[in-house]
């Protein structure tokens, strides 16, 4: 009887374990996810050398009030003043990468307090990205395109809303 009940704590006490290992995980996907980054482009077919404006939705879907950086700055992955970065991958899934001396120079505006926003509940902010600014697709065929927007603290921004959001993949053609 004794062996039966300290076997009986063991197993309470191990399964009382995995489900807050699995709570924590399912707090920290969801911690993940307090911001939701839409696309919408107008269309999915674009010639060589024409724009390619894609309209980026930031969307505070927490119930808390978050402080975000608005500034939607666009870099390269690998650069340390950005807040959106593009991954696009061709047809066959083969990740287009651009060699350094072929990315475009971009003059990163200064980060300032201005562009720190309370983000309510519910609440979001629109800006339009131009994907061509940095990106010349010079290959006709289909792309996939993954917005990632990461806000990066600065001067005086405790509190600042640090994890990544990536969007859903938009598809577009490069065609004559």
Sequence with gaps: MFKQTILSILIVIQF????????????????????????????????????????????????????????????????????????????????????????????PLPHTQANMQQLASGEYIKNNIELTLIYQLKEYGKYKV??????????DTEGIYQNPVYSDTIEIEIVK
Excluded: W
Aim: charged content about 25%.
């Design 16 to 107: 009382t374990i995995m489900s807050c290992n699995d709570s924590s995980q399912s707090i920290k996907h969801a911690t993940m996810n307090k911001l939701l980054l839409q696309l919408e482009i107008e269309k999915n077919k674009f010639s060589l050398n024409e724009i390619i404006n894609i309209r980026a939705t930031l969307v505070n879907q927490s119930p808390d009030t978050l402080l975000i950086n608005n500034g939607f700055l666009i870099g390269y992955e690998e650069e340390e003043d950005r807040e959106i970065y593009f991954k696009i991958f061709s047809s066959d899934g083969k990740r287009y990468d651009l060699p350094k001396d072929h990315q475009a120079d971009i003059l």
């Design 146 to 155: 993954v917005v990632f927007y990461e806000s990066k603290p600065f001067g």
